[in-house]
Nanobody, 127 residues
C-alpha cells in the first residue's frame, strides 16, 4: 500500500524554525514530484512548495520564498521542508503529496492533480 507520512510539526515561537519530513512507504519516490501543501483553520488548502523527482527543480509560494527550503533524499525515500523565520500566518496543517512523473513539477494551485496524500502534521506558530 502506497503511503506518505509527515512528521516534525509542533509549536514554535514567531521567528523560530521547524523541519518537516515526508516519508514514503510502499513505493519509491524516484518517480514522483513531491509537494507540500497547507491548510489553515477556516481557509482553503494552498500549495507551499514542490520538488521534482530528482530534485533538479523546485518552486515556492510567494508567501514562503526566502524562508522555506524544500529538499529530498531519494536514497532514504524522504522529502523535507525547512521552515525558517516562521510567522503566525504559517500556522496550518501541512501535508505532503506525490505527483507521478519523472522531472515533473507540481503546479501549486492544482492540488487536485496530486496522486497521493499524507494525513498531515500541525504547525502552530505562536508566542
Amino acid at each position: 500500500q502506497m503511503q506518505l507520512a509527515e512528521s516534525g510539526g509542533g509549536l514554535v515561537q514567531p521567528g523560530g524554525s521547524l523541519r518537516l519530513a515526508c516519508a514514503a512507504a510502499g513505493f519509491t519516490m524516484d518517480y514522483y514530484a513531491i509537494g507540500w501543501f497547507r491548510q489553515a483553520p477556516g481557509k482553503e488548502r494552498e500549495g507551499v512548495s514542490c520538488i521534482s523527482s530528482h530534485g533538479g527543480s523546485t518552486n515556492y509560494a510567494d508567501s514562503v520564498k526566502g524562508r522555506f527550503t524544500i529538499s529530498r533524499d531519494n536514497a532514504k525515500n524522504m522529502v523535507y521542508l525547512q521552515m525558517n523565520s516562521l510567522k503566525p500566518d504559517d500556522t496550518a496543517v501541512y501535508y505532503c503529496a506525490a505527483l507521478f512523473g519523472v522531472f515533473r513539477l507540481c503546479e501549486l494551485s492544482q492540488d487536485k492533480d496530486m496522486d497521493y496524500w499524507g494525513k498531515g502534521t500541525l504547525v502552530t506558530v505562536s508566542s
